[in-house]
Antibody, heavy 118, light 110 residues
Framework: EVQLVESGGGLVQPGGSLRLSCAAS????????MSWVRQAPGKGLEWVAKIKQDGSEKQYVDSVKGRFTISRDNAKNSLYLQMNSLRAEDTAIYYC???????????WGQGTMVTVSS | QSALTQPASVSGSPGQSITISCTGT?????????VSWYQQYPGKAPKLVIY???KRPSGVSNRFSGSKSGNTASLTFSGLQAEDEADYYCCSYASSGTYVFGTGTKVTVL
């Protein structure tokens, strides 16, 4: 079964840090571009970051540049998102996502909730 | 990196055809035929229904079709069904190498 399972979400104070993890199974992880997509409570989807199959290319939405870092470990079939200097507006469900078709996300995790609040 | 513009809601009766628009700029929708569309039920992860503008993933109903004209992409439902009631989001590749989602449209089946 193709699966992405996120972990690492929780409650953190403004200015704090959190590291999200995503474990992939059931497909050849090392051949996929991967992304993180988030959704604030009651709001729409927002693309956050992407990383190439070998980790050599990374892109971010402007609002997280310099604060978030996407990375991967193909040997462990895992994707990560290091989030620093967290703000209230970063509060959202964070989805791990895989591009199984050109420019389209056809594999989604169930999401992990991140709440930034004092 | 402003969100693509979608109507907040669209409704139709069973069997009817409806269309959701997705308006971007010459830096995203207008420059590439690389728009994807996602269906999302409440409390669930999104599901891909269209990619590369008009291609359907395996297993997705052929009632869904995608198209593009200028800076506007569209998702059309032919023969609306009760299970189509959900939120729908477009997403486009952008010239910066990033992606941008639309504002989302709630589809209601009357």
């Amino acid at each position: 079964e193709v699966q992405l399972v996120e972990s690492g979400g929780g409650l953190v104070q403004p200015g704090g840090s959190l590291r999200l993890s995503c474990a992939a199974s059931g497909f050849t992880f090392r051949t996929y571009w991967m992304s993180w997509v988030r959704q604030a409570p009651g709001k729409g989807l927002e693309w956050v970051a992407k990383i190439k199959q070998d980790g050599s290319e990374k892109q971010y939405v402007d609002s997280v540049k310099g604060r978030f870092t996407i990375s991967r470990d193909n040997a462990k079939n895992s994707l990560y998102l290091q989030m620093n200097s967290l703000r209230a507006e970063d509060t959202a469900i964070y989805y791990c996502a895989g591009y199984g078709v050109p420019y389209g996300i056809d594999i989604w995790g169930q999401g992990t909730m991140v709440t930034v609040s004092s | 990196q402003s969100a693509l513009t979608q109507p907040a809601s669209v409704s139709g009766s069973p069997g009817q055809s409806i269309t959701i628009s997705c308006t971007g700029t010459s830096s995203d929708v207008g420059s590439y035929n690389l728009v994807s569309w996602y269906q999302q039920y409440p409390g669930k992860a999104p599901k891909l229904v269209i990619y590369e503008g008009s291609k359907r993933p395996s297993g997705v109903s052929n009632r869904f079709s995608g198209s593009k004209s200028g800076n506007t992409a569209s998702l059309t439902f032919s023969g609306l069904q009760a299970e189509d009631e959900a939120d729908y989001y477009c997403c486009s590749y952008a010239s910066s190498g990033t992606y941008v989602f639309g504002t989302g449209t709630k589809v209601t089946v009357l």
